[in-house]
C-alpha cells in the first residue's frame, strides 16, 4: 500500500495547465548561476533560449556595424590648416589691440585729471597775475615813485617821408644752376612745413 501511494505521488500529469511539482524556484542553483555570470564564467546567451532571427534582425545588424565601422584617417587639407593659423593671428592682433585701447582709455583719463588741476592752477594764477597788475594799483605805485602822465607838449609826433615798406637786397651773384637748386629746396620746405 505505501508503494501504491509513493507511486501516486510520483505520478506526472500532462494535462496542458497543471503544474506538476514545486514552482519555487531553487536559490541555490540561482546564486550559484550568478557568481558564475559575475565571474565571467558562464555568458548570458548560455541560459537564455536563443530565438531565430529574422531577415529584418540581421539587416539591422549589419547596419550597426558598418555604421560603428572606423573610417578611415582622412588627410588634413593644407588650406583648413592655412584658414586656422589665419584665424589664431587675427584673435592674438584683436587681443594686442583691446590692450592698446584699454592702455590709450587709461592715458585718457590721467589727461582729464591733469587737465582739471591745470585748470584750477590756471585760475588761482590768473587771479595772482591781476592782483599784480591791477591798473589801480600801477597808478598808485607810479605817482609814489614821482611818474606822471605826460602833458600834451610832451608829446611829439614824427612823420617819415615814403612808403612803409622795406627792401632786402641780397647777393645775386651765383651760377642759375645754384638758384634753381635754392628755389627747389625752399619749395620742399615750404610743402613739408605745411603737411605738419
Not at 508503494?3 to 505521488?9: F, H, I, L, Q
Not at 540581421?58 to 547596419?63: A, E, G, I, K
Amino acid at each position: 500500500m505505501a508503494a501504491s501511494v509513493k507511486n501516486a505521488r510520483r505520478k506526472q500529469y500532462r494535462t496542458p495547465g497543471v503544474v506538476n511539482g514545486n514552482l519555487a524556484r531553487d536559490l541555490s542553483s540561482y546564486e550559484l548561476e550568478r557568481r558564475l555570470e559575475r565571474s565571467g564564467q558562464l555568458a548570458p546567451d548560455e541560459y537564455y533560449v536563443r530565438h531565430k532571427e529574422s531577415r529584418s534582425d540581421v539587416l539591422s545588424r549589419q547596419r550597426a556595424k558598418a555604421k560603428a565601422a572606423v573610417r578611415p584617417a582622412q588627410k588634413v587639407s593644407p588650406l583648413a590648416v592655412l584658414g586656422f593659423s589665419g584665424v589664431a593671428v587675427l584673435m592674438v592682433a584683436l587681443l594686442l589691440c583691446y590692450i592698446r585701447i584699454n592702455a590709450i582709455s587709461t592715458n585718457i583719463v590721467d589727461m582729464k585729471e591733469q587737465i582739471s588741476a591745470l585748470e584750477v592752477e590756471q585760475v588761482s594764477l590768473l587771479t595772482r597775475y591781476e592782483r599784480a597788475f591791477d591798473l589801480a594799483t600801477v597808478k598808485e605805485a607810479a605817482q609814489e615813485a614821482g611818474m606822471r602822465q605826460p602833458e600834451d607838449s610832451q608829446i611829439y609826433y614824427i612823420d617819415l617821408p615814403g612808403q612803409d615798406q622795406a627792401v632786402s637786397y641780397a647777393d645775386e651773384s651765383g651760377s642759375v644752376l645754384s638758384r634753381f637748386f635754392a628755389a627747389i629746396g625752399r619749395n620742399i620746405y615750404a610743402a613739408v612745413e605745411y603737411f605738419r
